[in-house]
């Protein structure tokens, strides 16, 4: 994909347009496809643009960016495995099912996880169920 900044020569109005290709802009153009959004004239045509540079700067700022968010990406997966390992997965039923373990007492259970929205979590907490929700990984590896 490529964006280019276009300009209509009528009413001087510019905008943004996203093509598949450079030469996907020339064939739309040669089939007067493209129109102004603001007066529908034909007359458009790309203005200058400078392409988006990544200076060294810039590089190591992201490389560091990229690095914590690696680092905070493996503690939630140690986080999960942790979970998952020690509670029973309910699914959506999280909410049901953490509300009996709270209100039966004779029903005795090892911590639970599953899905909740968060009017749920909210409406959990105000009857005084703890609930807490923390972020969660897909792992696309398996």
Request: charged fraction near 35%; include cysteine; hydrophobic fraction near 30%.
């Amino acid at each position: 994909m490529i964006k280019y900044k276009l300009i209509c020569k009528k009413c001087n109005f510019s905008f943004d347009s996203w093509f598949s290709t450079s030469t996907e802009y020339e064939k739309l153009k040669n089939k007067n496809f493209l129109n102004c959004h603001n007066c529908n004239s034909k007359k458009v045509e790309k203005t200058l643009m400078a392409p988006k540079l990544i200076n060294k700067s810039k590089l190591k700022d992201f490389k560091i960016e990229n690095e914590e968010n690696k680092q905070i990406k493996n503690k939630i997966k140690e986080y999960q495995k942790f979970i998952k390992n020690n509670f029973d997965y309910v699914g959506d039923n999280f909410a049901y099912e953490a509300r009996s373990i709270h209100y039966n007492e004779k029903r005795k259970s090892k911590g639970i996880y599953g899905t909740a929205t968060k009017s749920e979590i909210k409406e959990l907490r105000d009857e005084g169920v703890e609930a807490e929700m923390i972020p969660w990984i897909e792992d696309k590896n398996n």
